[in-house]
């Protein structure tokens, strides 16, 4: 009587944890299948939603037949009263471990490979096309410099020991290179459909440019000028956010991020004064 | 000498400190270790609790919490720096004081000599050495949070300038200083224990005990402890190099032009890339140093519990020597869009996911065990097959983070939160639970409380898997993580207030290892009586009696004929063959 009493809990025992798995895989699926990702808005950003979206597919599969697989396998065998299967032969060890090494290396080498780093290299390993708008970008605790070159097409030099209340990029004014920039604080203005090279820097801690509906991101390192660029599908405002912990006001480093119709894009650049401290 | 592992008996201290705080036993120092640890993971987990309570209702009043810090809280809102020292150190705290701690030197001391027949470490007084090294690296880093300025708030991967510049954030002051000396003192504690571990291992094994007889859990400490005497050193020098910078006006990580406060630093020539460059080359072997011992708990936990072997023992013991080595190459995969040579990031890419195969074939291996078995679901067996899940579910996600394309998004997202939480967080946790309550009779000779238990094991995981999981799609969302709130970004406003849930779900998650420690406490006290062999398992450290004596096995030490896994051999007498039993009694079968 005992002794059924005991198989009983454990038969229950087994379903309850494999209806737990199962239902974590149900969640799994239901979480995978709502839109997360912020609205496209970049070129590139097509591509870098392509891999993740393989991914969830390929590795959300993955996920959801290991739990149930799991679940299976606990609610199958708390049932037994006897072990049916013991020891595998050295061989057939070898072999089974072949499924979970081909499948990781056709989802996760073959994924990064086929998908991701071609998506890599065009974006990282070339440059800037010649047609690219430039933009230099100074993060500072808590704030985005925008610094744009000017009718001259080229960005003045700096000097960090030039930096002032007035000139907070330190502008050196007597390079010539320098008396048609047009500084902006924490709006960037962009045109959509051309390339924006964005020469990012840093004046003080590290940061993070990050443009979520763009999928930019690139950590700002202070002493360093790091090149990236990316294509603006969409005109609209949108946000730019710091990712790289950079002080008590992280949370709030918010710039802006306007892509408007060229022609406009470049009534507003011509509008704009040239700096002068 | 004459190869008699029993030249290291010696008779057992009699006075009260010689015997348990300046013991040399590794079994004293064991617990030592795991209670140091328990302790450091209830201030890290109550620092959890109140990072979850700011994230979850940012804009509430908590006018009681104002009385308890009266600096950090006043008026009963949550300060900006005070959020970054608690994220900062709760990191700190849960990564290398309790689960270094716990996991490794803990279960790691205690169980090593019982499971290959020594009568105690190599170097006992090496052993007690480390123990009291660490004792002044947790005072250290629980006394930051007393100094001014704080503890420290550049995280817990300390990146300068922020960890290096005084006038950064306020806990950059003598916090952070504390801060490089705990974590030297914790490496010097962590090195002489690898040492020994490595040592004892490779020297220490009893007649009969080969390499291949090993119980898993001991590969996995030989595997941690060579990572960790390889990867510990360069954030050992990276941290004094730090310290330089801060004190001595040198400039490895700090560039020229740094302009801080109204003026610009005489720094020039650094650069903040070496620190992290030196700092992953710790930090992502050292994920593997608490994975893999977590992993080796899981599969030793298994075959007590299914009545049968593990399967694919060699394959696993190859795998983990395979992260291994994978492990020591792939730590820029922290760093793709830090500013690092795009073509170098391709190379971290391509070896990271190189490693998802060996843990494939480790986490097959893991739930092909439970094939055929007559599965027993005591409380020790929950956790480790809920390690088993979350093994997976971990694993997968770092398949979206070493990818460097996907990466691009997701970097520095509650993606990478949720992500590691269930490797280094629930892993490793569950494999500490599981293991408590798999060898408290062994080291107090009491059962815990098998109803507490398994309630505390569903709170736990099902909380955890609310929260975690939860945070892996605010990751895709762009939630950027170390954020003190949410509300200053409009894009966030569609998924900020899942926050309110996942905290509530993290306050389960806290409130479930309260049920543990009354357990813990109560049956220390009041458990049933354990037998010798509670769970008749095979591994060696059963045959000692309970709890084992001073020099472990009484007169002569074990002599080992077999593996560490033979549960019903057909033919045996009880369904399990411990590794003493002669071949001459039950057979071998591999």
Redesign the interface.
């Known amino acids: 009587m005992h002794e059924g009493n005991e198989r009983r809990k454990?038969i229950l025992?087994?379903f309850f944890?494999a209806f737990?798995?199962i239902t974590?895989a149900v969640?799994?699926i239901g979480?995978?299948v709502?839109r997360?990702?912020?609205p496209l808005a970049s070129e590139h950003g097509a591509?870098?939603d392509r891999?993740?979206h393989y991914?969830l597919i390929t590795?959300g599969a993955?996920?959801i037949l290991?739990?149930v697989?799991?679940g299976y396998?606990?609610w199958r065998?708390?049932r037994?009263?006897?072990?049916?299967?013991?020891?595998?032969s050295?061989r057939a060890?070898?072999l089974?471990?072949l499924?979970?090494?081909i499948?990781?290396?056709l989802?996760?080498?073959g994924?990064?490979?086929v998908?991701?780093?071609p998506?890599?290299?065009k974006y990282?390993?070339h440059p800037a096309p010649p047609d690219a708008v430039l933009v230099e970008v100074t993060a500072?605790?808590f704030a985005w410099n925008i610094r744009y070159p000017g009718a001259d097409g080229r960005l003045g030099r700096t000097?960090?020991?030039l930096?002032s209340y007035e000139n907070p990029l330190?502008i050196d004014v007597r390079d010539p290179a320098s008396r048609d920039d047009i500084v902006q604080l924490g709006v960037m203005y962009v045109p959509v459909g051309r390339p924006i090279h964005v020469r990012l820097r840093s004046?003080?801690?590290?940061h993070?440019f990050?443009l979520?509906?763009f999928?930019?991101?690139?950590?700002a390192?202070?002493?360093?000028t790091?090149d990236i660029w990316f294509t603006p599908t969409q005109t609209g405002e949108?946000?730019i956010?710091?990712?790289?912990?950079?002080?008590?006001?992280?949370?709030?480093m918010?710039g802006v991020l306007r892509v408007l119709p060229l022609e406009e894009f470049e009534r507003w650049l011509t509008a704009q004064p040239a700096f002068s401290p | 000498m004459a190869g008699k592992p029993s030249v290291h008996t010696h008779a057992e201290p009699t006075s009260f400190w010689r015997r348990y705080i300046f013991s040399t036993d590794h079994k004293v120092i064991g617990i030592q270790y795991y209670l140091t640890a328990m302790g450091m993971a209830l201030v890290g987990g109550a620092l959890a609790m109140l990072i979850r309570l700011q994230l979850g209702w940012p804009d509430e009043k908590w006018p009681l919490l104002a009385k308890i810090f009266p600096r950090g809280m006043s008026g009963g809102v949550m300060n900006p720096d005070f959020y970054l020292a608690l994220i900062t150190m709760h990191g700190t705290l849960m990564i290398f004081f309790f689960v270094s701690l716990g996991l490794v030197s803990g279960f790691g001391n205690y169980l090593l000599p019982l499971q290959i027949g020594a009568r105690d470490m190599a170097f006992p007084f090496l052993n007690m050495l480390s123990y009291w090294t660490v004792v002044p690296a947790c005072v250290i880093m629980l006394a930051s949070f007393f100094v001014e300025g704080g503890a420290a708030a550049s995280g817990w991967t300390a990146y300068p300038p922020l960890s290096a510049v005084e006038q950064a954030v306020p806990g950059s002051g003598l916090g952070q200083t504390l801060w490089i000396l705990g974590m030297a003192l914790f490496i010097a504690s962590f090195t002489m224990g690898g040492l020994n571990f490595v040592t004892t291992i490779l020297n220490e094994r009893t007649r009969g005990m080969s390499m291949m007889r090993l119980p898993l859990f001991i590969w996995t400490l030989l595997i941690a402890s060579i990572l960790g005497l390889l990867a510990f050193p360069p954030l050992t020098a990276a941290a004094i190099l730090l310290l330089f910078d801060r004190h001595g006006g040198t400039s490895f990580f700090l560039p020229s032009g740094l302009y801080f406060g109204e003026r610009v630093l005489p720094h020039s020539g650094g650069s903040p890339l070496l620190w992290q460059h030196l700092f992953w080359f710790l930090g992502h072997p050292e994920v593997y140093v608490l994975i893999l011992p977590a992993l080796g708990i899981a599969l030793d936990l298994l075959p007590p519990f299914t009545r049968k072997p593990i399967f694919g023992y060699r394959l696993t013991v190859y795998s983990l020597f395979a992260i291994g080595v994978l492990s020591m190459i792939v730590w820029g995969h922290h760093m793709f869009v830090s500013g690092m040579n795009p073509y170098v990031g391709e190379f971290f890419a391509i070896g990271t996911l190189a490693i998802t195969i060996p843990s494939a074939i480790i986490g097959f291996n893991l739930i092909a065990s439970l094939w055929g078995a007559r599965l027993q679901l005591r409380t020790p067996a929950l956790f480790a097959l809920g390690s088993i899940a979350f093994f997976g579910t971990g694993g997968l996600g770092g398949v979206f983070l070493g990818n460097a394309t996907s990466d691009i998004q997701l970097h520095d997202t509650y993606f990478v939160v949720g992500h590691f939480h269930f490797m280094i967080g629930g892993v490793t946790l569950l494999a500490i639970l599981g293991g408590t309550y798999y060898w408290f009779p062994k080291m107090f000779g009491r059962m815990m409380n098998e109803r507490l238990g398994k309630i505390h094991f569903w709170l736990t995981f099902i909380a955890f898997y609310a929260v975690f999981l939860t945070q892996h799609f605010l990751g895709f969302g762009g939630m950027p993580r170390r954020y003190y709130a949410f509300s200053k970004f409009e894009f966030l406003a569609p998924i900020r207030d899942m926050n309110a849930f996942i905290s509530v779900a993290a306050f389960v998650l806290g409130a479930a290892q309260l049920l543990f420690l009354f357990n813990f406490f109560w049956s220390l006290f009041r458990g049933a009586r354990a037998e010798q062999n509670p769970w008749r398992a095979a591994t060696l450290e059963w045959v000692a009696p309970t709890p084992p004596p001073h020099g472990n096995w009484g007169e002569t030490v074990p002599e080992v004929h077999r593996w560490p896994y033979d549960y019903s051999v057909p033919g045996a007498p009880e369904d399990f063959t411990p590794q003493t039993v002669p071949p001459t009694v039950v057979e071998v079968t591999r």
Request: net charge neutral; aromatic share 12%; with cysteine.
């Open positions: 454990r025992e087994g944890f737990v798995l974590i969640v799994g979480l995978g709502r997360w990702l912020p591509g870098i891999m993740i991914l590795v993955l996920f290991g739990h697989v799991l396998f606990i065998f708390s037994q009263e006897r072990i049916t299967y013991r020891l595998a050295a060890e070898k089974w471990s499924i979970p090494g499948v990781m290396a989802v996760a080498e994924g990064v490979l998908i991701g780093l998506i890599w290299q990282y390993l500072e605790q000097d960090p020991q930096i330190g004046k003080d801690t590290l993070s990050f979520p509906h999928r930019v991101k690139q950590d390192v202070p002493g360093m790091i949108f946000e956010a710091c990712a790289e912990l950079c002080g008590f006001g992280h949370f709030q918010r």
